[in-house]
Structure formats: structure tokens, C-alpha cells
């Protein structure tokens, strides 16, 4: 069976479906857009339960004929990374829809559009990690670019406009780079045995160092922004400030992936000796993103704005795990972005609900919440507690491996992070201290708690992030192999206890 | 004779031509002192004929006669257009496509 | 090792009540407590039986252990979900849930008229169920669940009346300075598996032998970091007094009987690395000493009952930590003192609490006095607890308090001077300061408020105390009889560089100690009982007092040297953020955008000027050619 193709069309279908429907009727619209979505989600679990584990090559590959003079093909396949990231996109999606039922009225235009831009968002979400020609990866790449533009232009609050302009220009900048070292690759291929945009077969091409050196910055910087690792990042802070709550989490937890998912694919695949060269650099700047979202994130007035400096803190943990190049930290890495989908969820989608109800944004306007709202506070808390990696909430197992991986090769680094963990506890518990505990603030007595589908959307949510935190052994024993198959391909093996010297 | 002052009249003539159309304002001696550039260049065209002894230079000369008659065909009636919108012939008038 | 399948019962039934209370809602509101003190005591039944089991089986065959599942295994990294019972976590057993379950009765009554009642026994068993694992983890990262578990429910419990923004705040702080403590732990877990491979205790016990020094040196110094975080001691001591603000249930539980002392379980769980690592060692002594004069010197200036309990619990934590530190020798001490410690200081609280239950929640000792006479039973439980925190024989503490004591001082050379004499001094000043609390609380004239109404406490309340006050008398005793817990813990610990005789006779150390109590008892006496106690605290008091009521300036040392540079970072990043690097950004697009206005300036208009750029253009190009050919 063509799971991933299946899977591609699916939402296509539903988008289609949803296109079809008569207008002004948004109730349909949004069922259908759920319905899809939910049965996206069932098929790719589907899929899951079938993927072989200790394979390392990639599984359910399928190849079509696409541009045949420039040797590109529709080729697609997982491995357990793809594999995970797919499942977190699918899963994550029919929650998103369900948490922002509302979200699309009051955008530019109709709430049937906004369905079939997040539906086809969906179709890319998938085939950006399925994608196993690297001219295939390249278009939706930059083609995820256009649903999430008018996402966020035309649904989104406050400078919409400016902050959808600014995400897109610098992601195109990105993606420019990265499309000038394609392009590189593609005409060295040629030199060497024929074009061809197959993964595999460029990860074999023989280069100088120099070329290396630079076709690497060309796709790190555009992964790098993609992520985004510091100094990259302004645009994120502006981008989730803008964007609905949905789209929001769509882009941190799903599309953001893409960048950390890029540097394991593409960049230490396809450039294994430059990612050595630049790996001292790179651990630097993860090390900083870590402290430095840290920092902006304790001092944020601004919930949303707060929730994505937290982010660049993650993803700095999350490049440090990938670039470590020990198998705790890069499983650690790849578990990483799995839990930060749903922990980032939940704060995003009860951060949204709690400003629909409020009007406001700015975390000094609530107060008071725990007495008022019980069960939106709690599930705030929750997700707080996942993202300040509490252990016992899936975060800390991907936080601790990545930082326990990295201090067996890089100590002063590992160290450094691991302040981080102090100033986590800060920038959790100072919105949770501003927003929930306190006297009420006047203008919030009368705000009414989760209902019966906001409680449906964040249960699940909630459920993994607890499960996780205390089984992870499931994903683990996917994610293992591949990434011992990463560390193992480049040369590494772990280095062995050191007996501190003796 | 020499060859050389044929190129000499057409470099006059392209010169005068150039100075009419960067100097003058009215859209009709713009036009004509195009016209004189381009039969400027008509003239270089048939002296390097003569010179290289084929017909290449004239051939080229009768396409530019083409192209100047059909641009006096479009312009003319550009110029005729304004002149009927704005009552004026003035090509410093006509800026409207200014930033 | 003997394979149990039963511990798990230990940590799944307070979970469970924690789980079925917070899920329930006010569904639950009805009989919740009920259930969660049924919770905590069949916790405690467990515990007795896993205790009869243990006693059953040969010595060597005593420890329990129970593999759960796989829980993190990565490469070598490979831990799993396992429990692990032995002779030292089923003291913090019993422990926990015996003087747990005693609080859930109390509480049922203290907290009756809190519409939030549920939920404080939630966090009650979520409490219990934390503070299990982390004495029941057979590694150190299981160990880092419930140390981080117990930090959660001590925020949650301190910030339980969190609608006032102070109590928010001290619960905050309490969270943030135990996760300094966490980082500690996490450094010290990492350590030993980059040196050791492993991070299980039976593992890291087996390879300190092959382990450098320097290794376990830091292994043992971030371990310590860890136990002062949660322990409360010097120098991330700062979080205690605020804790306060929690109910009172929850200071006598969690600040005082055993959250706080989960600091000294670790640094004795860990006692094989203290043991080769002297260095580490000597700083823990050094700790346990300083936090032993800092805890008693700000209990002198307090005039808040539970804050003046709280710097005590701090001061006798750190006899504890001095004791762990001294080695092979010291630790059953400490442990010991930590059992009776449990008894009185808890016991304490909770009198604390029924005073206040009947003081309309007057937390300030200047407007108590005379309350003897209204609260007899109470009275009572306190002043067994008094006496056996004052190291009076046969009470509790004069067991336990006199062997740290000799051991101090058995530790011989200057060393063994100086710990021996700050003990003697630290009783001293805890005798005066015990002293002036039950003075100025029980005794003397009424200083109450108008409309205080003080009475004794139901009988929910006052059993707990009574209970806990018999601990206070005669847990020392049994303890000590026959060194029963020395014997009991003796397995666990490396003797090989034993036994030595002791350097004073114990009854001079007994007796220097009396001596010690008695002036410090004579002194808070002539200084309380025999003036008048003003209501309000007097302002011309010496320096010293003034700094021991700001708590000798902890947090304004931790405001100046982390909170204001922190704050100053935070917003200067903030600043940088939006002006260097988004300013980097902003600038490209800026640049992209003027240079397309000025060039926008050539775009006039005009015709003729057009033609003349034109024209000036070709003549340069032709120029240019000119010059390349030629």
C-alpha cells in the first residue's frame, strides 16, 4: 500500500471537499476539516504500527517520475525520524482544528479558506518530511511558506500583515541559500555519474573541503532560520505574536521541525566532514539560543511572545542534542521535538483561549485565574510544568538525555545549558504566579472556563505529555536505532565512561 | 572621395539629432530630431555598404526605414492623443509616470 | 537481592488519591480527604508490612528491590522505573507516611472550613507519593523524579493560598532555589555517567572504586549542592522561612519532618562517594556547621512562632548534614536525629498550628502569652517537643543530639574542636531560643488582640500532637537502646577505617552539653520571664538583632548579587534583542529600501532627461569599449 502518497492526498481530498461545500457554511466546513484530519491521524498511526524498527533504511519508499530531463523524481520514505515528526504533524493537526473552532471569523477572508489552507498546510506538513528527493524537499520547503503567509496575513491580530511579510521574506532568504547549494549539488552530480536529486546518491558525491564548507552554511543558515537557532530567531517572536493560536502552533511545533529535521537529513547526511568543521561553532550557538530565549522569555510581557522566546530556548537544546554526536543527546534531540509539539500545543491553544476570553495578551491583565477558570489554569500549568521539563512530563526525558549526551563529549557546554533549566523554572512560574495566583484583576470575574471541546482538544494533549513523561520506551525503541545510525554514519561512537581520569 | 566624411555628416547629423531631443520640448521636433538620428544611422549603414562593397549595410538601411516608419505611425498618433487629452505638445507635460 | 512486587503499593495509593481527588473534582469535595488520609494511612500499613518482611529475612537478604519498566535507555545510558527498599529508605518510610497520615487527621480538622480542602489533600498525597519515590528510587535519576515531585507539591502547598501575591511569591521562590539545588543533582547524575557509565546506586557504588578522585569530589560537591537546595541549607538556605506561608499541616510535614531532610537522605544514600571523596566531605561538615549557627542565630530575632520553628528546622537540619559529613561514624547519627527530629519538630508545628487555629491565625508571638491556661493539651505536645528539642534527658533529642555532639568531637585534632564546640554552642543558642518561644507563647501576661478567643483545639488536632509528643519522648530511647538503628544501618555503610574510641567520655560531652542548655535556657528566661514582653517589637535593638530579623541579610545578598543583575540582563537582552539583532535584520530591509527611494529619484518624469541618461549612458559604454580595445 502507498501510505505516504495516501496519506499526502488525503487532506488534498478533504481540502477539496471543503472547497466544494456551499458558501457560508462554515459549521460543514469545519467538520470536514476535522473529519480529514482525524482520519490522516488514524492512517498514519496506521502506518506507524507497521514501520519495522530496527530497519535504519527508509521504509515505505515510493518513487514517481516527475521532471524526467532534470532527473527529479516524487520520491518518498521514512525512517524513524520522518516517522516520528509525521506522527507529531497528524496527531497534532485534528487538535488544532478542534482548540481553534472559532479562530478563523474575524480574519480577511472566509472561514472556508482558512480550512483549505490549513488542510493543504497539512499535505505539505507530511511531504516536507517524506521527501526523499531533495528537489521534491526543496519546492515544499519554500511552498509551505504560501498557506502559512496567509495564515497568519490574513487570520492573524494585531501587525498581521507586517509579521507574515517579515516571516516570509526571511524565510525565502533562507531558502534562497539553500537553493543556491542545490543547485551546486545537482550540477556536481552531473560531473560525477549523472544529475540526479536522490538523497542517497549525493550524500556519495566527492567534494573539496571548501565546497563543503560552504554548501553546508547554505543549508544550515536556511535550517538555522528555519528553527530558529540565534541569532535567526526575530522573526518567530513577531510571527507567533501575529498568528492565530492554531497557526501558531502549526509553525513552532510542526514547521520550525523542519529546520532541526533538515540538519539531521540533510545537512550531516549530505555534508558529514563540514558539519565536523562548523560543530564547535554550532554548539556555541545552540548553548546561547538556550540561555538567551531563556533570558527574553523571563522578561516578556507578552504571553504569546513569551511562549516563543520559550521555544528558541528548546530548539537551542534541541541543535545542541543533533550536533552532539552521542546517541543519548541525539535521540534525546529527536524525542525533543516530538514533546516540544505538544508541550508548545498545549501553552499555545490554552494561552489562546485564555486570551479570546481576556481581549488582551499582556500577561499582567490576568490574574487570579486558578480561582476563577480552575480547569484552563490547571491545563496552562500543565503545560507549563512540560515545558520547564518537570521530570515525570515527557520534556524532561528529551531534555535529559540531550543534556546528559552532550556533557560526555562537550562538559563546558552541557554545564552552561543546564543553567538553563534554573531560568525554565523562572519564566514558567513568573506567567504562572502573574496570570493564575493573586487577587483577581478587576475585568476578570466574570470569564468563563473550558467547554466541553476546548476540554477534548487539551486532554489528549495532556495525556501524551504525562504518558511520555513516564513511558517513553515506545518512541524510544523507534528513535533509538536511527540515531545511532546517524552518529554511526558520521564517524562517532559514544565515548566510553572515563573513569574521571583514573 | 573620401569615404570617411559621409561618416563625418551622419556623426553630425546623429549629434544634432541627440541634442533636439534632450533640448527641445515640443513632443513634434522630439519626434523629427529622432527621425534625424535614426537617418543619421542610415547614413553610416549605406557609407560602410559602400565601403565593404556588399549590400549588408543597405539591407539594414531599409529594415530601419521600416521600423522609423512604423514608429512614426505609433508615435504620431501618441503625440496626437496627448495633444487632444491635454492641449499641449509638451513632453515635460506628459510626466505622469513619475515615481 | 531479595525481589519484592509489593513496593510499588507504597507510591501507587497516595498517587492514586492524588489522581482520583484532582481528576474528581468537586465531586470528590465530600468525602476526598477521607480518601486521601485512608491513602496515606494504607501507605503506611504497606510500609509496616514491607518492614515485617524485612525483618524476616537474613540481614544480607534485607534489601528489597522491584523493577517496574523500562524507562530510559539509550546506548549505555539505560535506566529503569525500579524501587528499590532497604534498611535506611524504610525509616523515611515510616517515616513519611506514619507522621504523613498524622497530619492528613490533623488537617481534616485544620483546613475543615477551606472550600479548597480537596485539593490541599490532593497535593497532600501527591506530596506523600513524591516524597516515597525519592526514598524508593534505586537510581539516581528515579531519585530526581521525586526529588523534583516533592519540590512541585511543596510549591503547590506553600502557594496553596496563593490568591494572596506574597504567599505566590514565597512559593515561586521556594521553586526556583530548589531548582539551583535540581541543577546540582543534574550536574552530579551527569558526572557520574560520563565517569561511571552508570547512574543506579548499586552501580556507582560498584565503580567508586575505579573512579578518580577528583570524579567523586565532584560528584560529592554537586550531590551537596542538591542537598541544600532542598534541605534549606547555607548557602541556598533563603526559601524556608518564606515557606511559611504555606498551612501549617504543610510546614510541619514538608519543612520540617521530611521534605527538608531529603538533603541528608541523599548525602547518606551516597555515602559510598562521601567516603572516598574527603574533600567533599569537609565542605559538607563545613555546611552543615555554618547552616547549624545561621538557622540558630535567626531563630533568636523571631518574633513569627513558625518562622522561628522554621530557623530551627533549618539549624537542626544542619547538625544533621555535620553529622553526614563526619563519615562511616556519623551517619546512623544523623539519621537518628532526623527520626526524632521528625517527631518533636513536627509535633511542634502542629502545636504551632492549634495556637493559631485558636488566635484567629496571629502568627506573632508578642501577641500571645499566658496561653497555658487555654490550651493545656497543646501545652503539653509543645513542651515534650521543647524539652526534647533542648537535648533534656530522657527526651528524645538527648540521645540523638549528644551522639552528633561526641562525634564532632571525636573527629579530633582542630577540626574535632571547632564542630565540637559550634555543636555546644548551636544547642546553646537553640535552648534560647526554644526557650523564649515557649515563654512568650504559653507564659506571662495576655498580649492577645481583642477579639482573639483562644481554646484548646478538637480532638483531630490534639491526637496527631499527642501522638507525635510521645514520639518526642521515647523514640530516642528506642532508638538508641542497644544502638538498635546504628545496628540497623550498620550493613549499608563501609567500616573499615573503624573503630576508634572516643576522645572524650560521653558523659563530659553529656554534661557540657547540660551545661550548654541551661544557660542558654537561664538567659531566655531572666531576658523574657522576668520583664515585661512588649506586643510589639521593640525598634532599639542592637545591629546584631536587626540583622537577625532580616535573616542576616540572605535575601538581600541574593536580591543584590542574582535577582537586580538578572533583572538588569533580562531587560537589556530585551533591549539588544529588538535594537542589535532584530535591528541587523530590520537594517537589510531598511538598506533595501532606501537605496530603492533614491534611486526612485531619477525616475522624474521628464522624457528628455530620460533620453539624456540614455545618451550619457551609451557614450560611457562606447567609452568603455573604447578603452578595453585600445
Known amino acids: 500500500m502507498k501510505w505516504l502518497s495516501l496519506l499526502m492526498l488525503l487532506p488534498l481530498a478533504g481540502a477539496a471537499i471543503v472547497s466544494a461545500l456551499p458558501k457560508g457554511n462554515d459549521k460543514a466546513a469545519k467538520q470536514a476539516a476535522l473529519g480529514t484530519t482525524l482520519v490522516v491521524m488514524v492512517a498514519t498511526i496506521a502506518m506507524a504500527v507497521g514501520f519495522q524498527r530496527d530497519n535504519v533504511d527508509l521504509q515505505y519508499v515510493e518513487s514517481y517520475a516527475w521532471i524526467p530531463s532534470f532527473g527529479i523524481n516524487f520520491a518518498l520514505g521514512v525512517d524513524a525520524i520522518a516517522l516520528v515528526l509525521i506522527l507529531m504533524s497528524t496527531i497534532l493537526a485534528p487538535i488544532v482544528v478542534l482548540a481553534g473552532w472559532n479562530e478563523a471569523h474575524g480574519g480577511r477572508w472566509s472561514v472556508k479558506t482558512f480550512y483549505i489552507l490549513i488542510l493543504v498546510l497539512e499535505t505539505m506538513m507530511i511531504g516536507v518530511f517524506a521527501a526523499t528527493d531533495l528537489f521534491l524537499f526543496y519546492v515544499i520547503f519554500e511552498a509551505m511558506l504560501i498557506p502559512v503567509y496567509f495564515l497568519i496575513g490574513g487570520y492573524g491580530s494585531g501587525e498581521r500583515s507586517a509579521a507574515a511579510v517579515k516571516f516570509l521574506l526571511y524565510s525565502l532568504f533562507g531558502g534562497l541559500l539553500m537553493l543556491a547549494a542545490i543547485i551546486a549539488l545537482y550540477v556536481m552530480s552531473g560531473a560525477q555519474g549523472g544529475h540526479t536529486f536522490d538523497i542517497d546518491k549525493l550524500s556519495q558525491l566527492q567534494m573539496s573541503s571548501t565546497t563543503q564548507n560552504l554548501l553546508f552554511l547554505g543549508f544550515f543558515i536556511a535550517f538555522a532560520i528555519k528553527a530558529p537557532v540565534w541569532p535567526f530567531h526575530t522573526w518567530l517572536p513577531d510571527a507567533a505574536n501575529s498568528a492565530t493560536p492554531g497557526t501558531s502552533v502549526l509553525l513552532l511545533g510542526v514547521l520550525d521541525k523542519v529546520g532541526t529535521f533538515g540538519m539531521i537529513r540533510y545537512c550531516l547526511t549530505l555534508f558529514p566532514d563540514a558539519s565536523k568543521t562548523f560543530t564547535p561553532l554550532i554548539m556555541v550557538l545552540a548553548v546561547i539560543s538556550i540561555l538567551y530565549g531563556a533570558f527574553l522569555a523571563i522578561g516578556a510581557k507578552d504571553i504569546k511572545r513569551l511562549i516563543a522566546y520559550t521555544s528558541i530556548s528548546h530548539f537551542g537544546f534541541i541543535t545542541m542534542g543533533i550536533f552532539a554526536m552521542t546517541s543519548q543527546a541525539q535521540s534525546g534531540a529527536i524525542l525533543y521535538m516530538f514533546n516540544h509539539g505538544f508541550s508548545t500545543a498545549a501553552l499555545f491553544l490554552v494561552a489562546g483561549w485564555m486570551i479570546s476570553r481576556r481581549g488582551s495578551s499582556t500577561i499582567a491583565d490576568f490574574g487570579g485565574l486558578q480561582r476563577i477558570t480552575p480547569i484552563m489554569a490547571w491545563s496552562f500549568f500543565i503545560a507549563g510544568l512540560s515545558s520547564l521539563a518537570l521530570p515525570g512530563l515527557s520534556s524532561f526525558v528529551s531534555e535529559f538525555l540531550v543534556l546528559v549526551g552532550t556533557f560526555t563529549r562537550y562538559p563546558v557546554h552541557a554545564i552552561i545549558a543546564t543553567f538553563g533549566i534554573v531560568l525554565a523554572a523562572l519564566y514558567i512560574l513568573i506567567p504562572v504566579q502573574k496570570a493564575l495566583h493573586g487577587p483577581t484583576t478587576p475585568g476578570n470575574e466574570s470569564l468563563k472556563d473550558l467547554n466541553l471541546r476546548e476540554k477534548l482538544a487539551i486532554a489528549p494533549v495532556i495525556a501524551i505529555i504525562v504518558a511520555l513523561g513516564f513511558y517513553p520506551s515506545p518512541l524510544l525503541k523507534v528513535i533509538n536505532p536511527a540515531a545511532t545510525h546517524v552518529i554511526s554514519q558520521m564517524g562517532f561512537t559514544d565515548p566510553a565512561p572515563s573513569n574521571g581520569g583514573k | 572621395m573620401d569615404a570617411s566624411n559621409y561618416l563625418y555628416i551622419s556623426a553630425l547629423l546623429f549629434t544634432i539629432g541627440a541634442v533636439g531631443v534632450v533640448v527641445r520640448r515640443n513632443a513634434i521636433v522630439v519626434f523629427m530630431c529622432i527621425e534625424l538620428m535614426l537617418n543619421a544611422a542610415n547614413l553610416s549603414l549605406v557609407t560602410f555598404s559602400r565601403i565593404n562593397g556588399d549590400l549588408d549595410g543597405q539591407v539594414m538601411a531599409f529594415f530601419t526605414m521600416v521600423v522609423a516608419a512604423c514608429e512614426v505611425v505609433v508615435g504620431l498618433a501618441i503625440i496626437v492623443a496627448i495633444y487632444r487629452s491635454r492641449r499641449s505638445a509638451s513632453v515635460d507635460d506628459a510626466s505622469l509616470l513619475k515615481r | ?630
Open chain 3, 1 to 630: 537481592m531479595f525481589i519484592s512486587n509489593t513496593l510499588v503499593y507504597l507510591i501507587a495509593l497516595p498517587l492514586a488519591g492524588a489522581a482520583i481527588l484532582l481528576l474528581g473534582g468537586r465531586r470528590t469535595n465530600k468525602w476526598g480527604h477521607l480518601l486521601a488520609t485512608a491513602m496515606s494511612a494504607s501507605s503506611f500499613g504497606v510500609g509496616l508490612y514491607q518492614l515485617m518482611l524485612m525483618l524476616d529475612r537474613p540481614t544480607e537478604q534485607r534489601p528489597a528491590s522491584q523493577k517496574l519498566f523500562e524507562w530510559i535507555h539509550v546506548g549505555e545510558f539505560k535506566v529503569d522505573a525500579g524501587l528499590l527498599l532497604d534498611q535506611l529508605s524504610i525509616c523515611f518510610v515510616l517515616l513519611i507516611t506514619g507522621v504523613g497520615t498524622l497530619i492528613h487527621i490533623y488537617s481534616i480538622s485544620y483546613m475543615s472550613h477551606d472550600k479548597d480542602r480537596r485539593r490541599f489533600f490532593a497535593y497532600l498525597n501527591l506530596f506523600i507519593a513524591s516524597m516515597l519515590l525519592l526514598v524508593l528510587g534505586d537510581s539516581y535519576l528515579n531519585l530526581y523524579v521525586g526529588w523534583e515531585g516533592v519540590g512541585l507539591a511543596s510549591y503547590l502547598l506553600i502557594g496553596f493560598w496563593n490568591q494572596k501575591p506574597a504567599y505566590a511569591t514565597a512559593s515561586k521562590k521556594a521553586f526556583v532555589m530548589n531548582r539551583v539545588g535540581d541543577m546540582g543533582l543534574s550536574f552530579a547524575i551527569m558526572i557520574a555517567f560520563a565517569t561511571m557509565g552508570t547512574v543506579s546506586f548499586v552501580g556507582v557504588q560498584e565503580q567508586v572504586s575505579q573512579t578518580s578522585e577528583a570524579a567523586l569530589t565532584a560528584i560529592g560537591l554537586m550531590l551537596l549542592v542538591a542537598a541544600a537546595g532542598k534541605s534549606a541549607q547555607f548557602p541556598l538556605q533563603a526559601w524556608l522561612g518564606d515557606a511559611m506561608a504555606g498551612p501549617t499541616p504543610v510546614s510541619a510535614l514538608i519543612h520540617a519532618a521530611t521534605m527538608v531532610t531529603a538533603g541528608v537522605y541523599l548525602i547518606t544514600r551516597s555515602n559510598f562517594v562521601f567516603d572516598a571523596a574527603p574533600t567533599a566531605q569537609l565542605v559538607v561538615v563545613i555546611v552543615g556547621a555554618i547552616t547549624l549557627m545561621f538557622g540558630a542565630l535567626i531563630g533568636t530575632a523571631k518574633d513569627d512562632i513558625k518562622k522561628a520553628l522554621a530557623a530551627s528546622t533549618m539549624s537542626q537540619i544542619g547538625y544533621m548534614t555535620l553529622a553526614a559529613g563526619l563519615g562511616p561514624v556519623g551517619y546512623a547519627f544523623a539519621i537518628m536525629h532526623l527520626l526524632t527530629h521528625g517527631f518533636f519538630k513536627a509535633g511542634m508545628f502542629l502545636g504551632a498550628g492549634s495556637v493559631m487555629h485558636g488566635m484567629n491565625d496571629e502568627v506573632n508571638m508578642r501577641k500571645y502569652g499566658a496561653l497555658r491556661k487555654f490550651m493545656p493539651i497543646t501545652f503539653v505536645t509543645f513542651g515534650l517537643g521543647y524539652l526534647a528539642i533542648l537535648g533534656i534527658p530522657p527526651f528524645a533529642g538527648f540521645y540523638s543530639k549528644d551522639l552528633i555532639i561526641e562525634t564532632a568531637f571525636d573527629a579530633g585534632g582542630a577540626k574535632g574542636i571547632i564542630l565540637g564546640i559550634t555543636t555546644l554552642i548551636g544547642a546553646s543558642i537553640t535552648a534560647f531560643y526554644m526557650t523564649r518561644v515557649m515563654i512568650l507563647t504559653f507564659t506571662g501576661t495576655k498580649r492577645w488582640d481583642e477579639d482573639a478567643h483562644p481554646h484548646e483545639s478538637p480532638w483531630l488536632m490534639w491526637l496527631p500532637m499527642a501522638i507525635l509528643a510521645i514520639g518526642s519522648v521515647s523514640s530516642g530511647y528506642l532508638l538508641s537502646r542497644g544502638d538498635a538503628l546504628e545496628n540497623w544501618l550498620y550493613p549499608l555503610f563501609d567500616h573499615s577505617d573503624e573503630y576508634q574510641k572516643h576522645l572524650i567520655e560521653p558523659i563530659i560531652v553529656s554534661g557540657m552539653a547540660l551545661t550548654m542548655v541551661a544557660i542558654g535556657v537561664a538567659v531566655a528566661y531572666f531576658k523574657y520571664a522576668r520583664q515585661e514582653v512588649s506586643s510589639t517589637a521593640p525598634e532599639d535593638v542592637s545591629i546584631f538583632t536587626k540583622v537577625a530579623r532580616q535573616d542576616l541579610m540572605q535575601d538581600r545578598f541574593n536580591e543584590a548579587v542574582f535577582m537586580r543583575p538578572g533583572q538588569a540582563l533580562t531587560t537589556t537582552l530585551i533591549a539588544a534583542d529588538q535594537a542589535v539583532v532584530d535591528g541587523a535584520v530590520r537594517g537589510v530591509g531598511q538598506v533595501a529600501l532606501s537605496s530603492g527611494s533614491a534611486l526612485r529619484g531619477l525616475q522624474n518624469g521628464y522624457v528628455r532627461s530620460y533620453a539624456a541618461i540614455i545618451l550619457v549612458g551609451a557614450i560611457a559604454l562606447i567609452a568603455a569599449i573604447w578603452v578595453v580595445v585600445s
